[in-house]
């Protein structure tokens, strides 16, 4: 079975623009997680969904920083207009909303803000 | 949830077993233990989860004691892959979601 699916692998960009990272999640699992990790600061929940509706977006940096889940099968994290602070690993997960089951994720976007 | 305490690095013989603690002494009745590990420049991979009794799959064995307190991943037979760095999360079933919380995990490198 495919796992969780994120693109691009990745990102190198220049500050300022905008940045578009992609998850699709594995079929019939119903939340969604988008993580950020940094050497500083480890591994970071930014925000997730249950059924595609976002639940808690504490996480979320700053407005810069938006995310959606237009469908079960796609989620996007975007971040406009982009920092090199914002340089980090970013990872997508899912999992099936029973709070005992575990997270499957995906092999990250790293990403890199010049 | 909890907060989990782990030894910040660990060596292992190949083929040895790995024995990994974590404490988590403030753990309450509702938490289960999840155990996950994260192999240079992969995302994090499920190995295992328990309550109150031991469990074992595949991939490793978690001993757990009897007070709750602590808890032990065993991986019986370490190879060079299994070189990574391992999060034990401790999380209740109750919480508004599913989100696990990471900490700074033991990197475990296993020497030829």
């Known amino acids: 079975d495919a796992g969780v699916i994120q693109s691009p692998r990745h990102e190198v960009t220049e500050m300022g623009q905008e940045v578009t990272l992609r998850c699709k999640p594995i079929?019939?699992?119903?939340?969604l997680f988008w993580y950020r990790q940094t050497m500083m600061r480890g591994l970071e929940l930014l925000i997730y969904f249950n059924n595609n509706v976002p639940i808690d977006d504490s996480g979320m940096p700053e407005d810069r920083f938006s995310a959606k889940m237009p469908n079960a099968s796609f989620s996007t994290l975007k971040i406009q207009p982009s920092e090199p602070r914002d340089s980090a690993v970013y990872f997508c997960?899912?999992?099936?909303?029973?709070?005992?089951?575990?997270?499957?994720f995906g092999d990250g976007t790293r990403l890199s803000i010049l | 949830d909890a907060k989990t305490t782990q030894p910040t690095s660990m060596d292992c013989a190949e083929g040895r077993a790995a024995n990994l603690p974590c404490n988590h002494s403030?753990?309450?009745?509702?938490?289960?233990v999840y155990w996950y590990r994260q192999i240079h420049s992969q995302g994090p991979q499920y190995i295992i989860h328990?309550?109150?009794n031991n469990e074992t799959n595949e991939m490793a064995s978690l001993i757990i004691t009897e007070d709750r307190k602590s808890s032990t991943l065993i991986l019986p037979h370490a190879t060079l892959r299994d070189t990574a760095v391992y999060y034990c999360i401790v999380k209740a079933l109750e919480n508004t979601g599913n989100q696990f919380y990471f900490g700074t995990g033991t990197s475990l490198t296993v020497i030829p």
């Open positions: 997960a899912s999992s099936n909303r029973d709070n005992r089951q575990p997270q499957h």
């Open positions: 328990g309550l109150k």
């Open positions: 079929s019939g699992h119903n939340s």
């Open positions: 403030t753990i309450s009745g509702n938490e289960y």
